[in-house]
């Protein structure tokens, strides 16, 4: 169990860190502090991610791991799917004719926010994954506890 928790902590610090850089440019572009040809404005997809930090928090007290596991189904992976979708046709259009017209400190904005929603789902899948893990072990030990 102690291995599955230390796992998922050090995964809720990775979703802390991506969920930091994505609120960020939301709140430098919102607040026109850095030129939007410096930091692009977001996409809309990034509003409704910033969401994601919900199940992070529950994620914290073992007790809170269902609801954890709940809320990333529904915070995190639709603004996800629904970036992807998004971004899809900048995507083209860079890959196929080399332009890009928005930019996070001169990189493209679009291979940088999909590097952060593969990033993302990465860590959503391993989180999911060794939550249930955790919830297995932790059930099974506790109707151990209980037959003795």
Sequence with gaps: QIKYLSTIQKLNITHAVVWLLVAAQVMVSQLNL???????????????????IIPTVFNAPVSYLLIS???AGLFCVPPILYGGMEMFPVAQQLYRHGKAYRFIFGFSAVSIM????????????????????LLDAWVTSTQDKKKK
């Design 34 to 52: 850095i030129s939007h040809k410096v930091v692009a404005s977001p996409y809309q997809w990034e509003y409704p991610y910033l969401l994601r």
């Design 69 to 71: 596991m709940i809320s």
């Design 114 to 133: 999909y590097l952060v929603l593969i990033i993302s789902l990465q860590v959503h899948g391993w989180q999911i994954y060794y939550s249930k893990k």
